[in-house]
């Protein structure tokens, strides 16, 4: 498929989204959000696809909405239900873990993109930005959803409200970034964590996706009924028959993602 | 008689229906309905047969009804065709049906679903009636079904508006009865079906009948009605055999006699 806004490319079973306007540090369009989610979708279905990645191009990982293409009359419910929306639910929807590459600035929207992910990996000094508050908006696109499950309700308060820029080290010590790479070693660093990722039980890992967060605010019967669920589903996948075999077998197992 | 678009099998004492258009999405035909009421009939026949499953395919429970059918119908051609009537018949099966819902149930798909007594559903599947879509409505049962089901003011916004519902929708409004991973609505329908199975064909039926009939005449009526079925299943072994076994503290052994 041909994508204007975005570089996607698949490698050693990872997907790559590249969020490609640097010159508007990476904002979000109406075009973009559209072809990230085709790239969502594209990669949902693809079976060489274990893994994906979505980072920026040039200096910012994505700094929100543009707002060149907002003013007076813009209806902001509309926006997020016809833009945003789709684009978060494709990536709820994803079967296949997604890593959020954050090489630098991620505000407004663009922080919420990288909440929505399943990890997040930093460099030191990059800034995690809640841009909202300052323009007279909410955070918004899953960001009040999200952000408590991650790091608690008080944090993500202050977050929210105050909006403080968040650096990567301190976004990893909130718990917020699973690594730190520094600069100079970024690309291997992402490139190996993400075909590690690609490698494992895609199906195991997509049933921990499927269940966990929704898990947050069930009862907890029900999500033992889910879980129950969960686990037959992974006890029938060829991925389990490998590790038990190669458990056995005292060797590495080759996970195949099903 | 050989079944042109349903496909039919047994296990244990499980009757399957499976919708077989794949390639329309199970969307109903006339000759289709008439086939899966046949089939629920013989089933009901069935001594062998204590639970009937109404499943669809991996994509689709069935995606409404077939279009170009009824694209030309006159009102009088609708008259005389009747093609809904063969929909009441669905009501007098008195065995146990469930319907396993994956992937789409929309207007006559929906409707069957709701003609059904228990429903099981996939995570990602929907329902919904888009008949208003096409400039006309639900016409086989669909109003008066999901009326009953979700109460008037949630049907009639779904049924206005034709969208679609989801399952955890579905479940929260009482719609339907379970919602498990869509990869395992087989295996719980199932698992379902056979929990029923061991259960006192006589009481089942009597049950079905009595609960019927509870929002369609009043309550001394139904109360009538409870009360005969409960006596009658004083004339059945099973209620021997179950009565008999929790005195003796064991599990009872059900006959359907």
């Known amino acids: ?258 | 008689m050989s079944k042109q678009f349903i496909e039919t099998f047994v296990e244990d004492s499980v009757g399957f229906i499976q919708l077989n258009r794949p390639d329309v999405m199970n969307a109903l035909n006339r000759k289709m309905v008439d086939e899966i009421v046949e089939q629920l009939e013989a089933y009901d026949r069935d001594d062998s047969i204590s639970v009937i499953i109404l499943k669809g395919n991996e994509k689709a429970f069935a995606a409404g009804a077939d279009i170009e059918e009824m694209m030309d119908d006159s009102p009088l051609t609708l008259e005389l065709a009747d093609p809904f009537a063969v929909w009441d018949r669905m009501t007098l099966i008195k065995k146990p049906v469930i319907a396993a819902v994956n992937g789409l149930a929309l207007g006559g798909g929906f409707e069957l679903v709701l003609h059904s007594d228990l429903i099981v559903a996939g995570e990602s599947a929907k329902f919904g009636f888009p008949e208003v879509k096409l400039g006309v409505m639900p016409g086989a049962g669909g109003t008066q079904l999901l009326s009953k089901a979700i109460g008037k003011r949630k049907a009639l916004e779904f049924i206005w508006l034709g969208e679609s519902m989801s399952a955890d929708q579905a479940l929260q409004l009482g719609a339907i009865n379970r919602v498990v991973a869509d990869e395992l609505v087989m295996e719980e329908t199932i698992r379902l079906a056979n929990s029923l199975a061991e259960q006192a064909p006589i009481s089942l039926r009597l049950i079905k009948e009595a609960v019927n009939v509870a929002d369609e005449v009043p309550l001394m009526e139904g109360m009538k009605l409870e009360r005969k079925n409960f006596y009658l299943a004083f004339d059945s072994q099973d209620q021997k055999e179950g009565m008999q076994a929790f005195t003796e503290k064991r599990p009872p052994s059900f006959k359907g006699v």
């Open chain 1, 1 to 258: 498929m041909d994508f204007q806004t975005i570089v996607y490319d698949v490698n050693q079973g990872v997907a790559t989204v590249t969020l490609n306007r640097p010159s508007a540090y990476n904002a979000f369009t109406e075009e973009m959000n559209q072809e990230i989610t085709q790239a969502l979708k594209q990669a949902s279905r693809d079976d060489d696809v274990r893994c994906m990645v979505i980072t920026g191009s040039g200096k910012a990982f994505c700094a929100g909405q543009d707002l060149q293409g907002v003013d007076e009359n813009t209806n902001h419910a509309t926006f997020l239900r016809e833009r945003y929306h789709p684009m978060l639910k494709a990536l709820k929807a994803m079967p296949k873990p997604v890593v959020a590459a954050v090489n630098g600035t991620a505000a407004g929207a663009g922080m919420s993109l990288a909440l929505a992910c399943d990890f997040r990996l930093v460099k030191p000094g990059v800034k995690f930005v809640s841009a909202f508050m300052n323009i007279g908006l909410i955070p918004d696109s899953g960001f009040i959803y999200q952000l408590p499950r991650l790091v608690g309700y008080a944090k993500a308060m202050e977050i929210a409200v105050l909006g403080k820029p968040i650096t990567g080290t301190e976004a990893y010590e909130l718990g917020l970034a699973t690594e730190v790479f520094e600069a100079e070693t970024w690309d291997e660093s992402v490139s190996k964590f993400s075909e590690k990722l690609a490698g494992m039980p895609t199906k195991a890992i997509s049933l921990v996706k499927r269940y966990m967060m929704d898990g947050m605010h069930l009862p907890y019967d029900e999500l033992l009924e889910k879980e129950a669920q969960a686990q037959r589903l992974a006890g029938l996948s060829s991925d389990h028959q490998e590790g038990m075999q190669a458990f056995k077998e005292k060797r590495q197992p080759q996970f195949v993602g099903k």
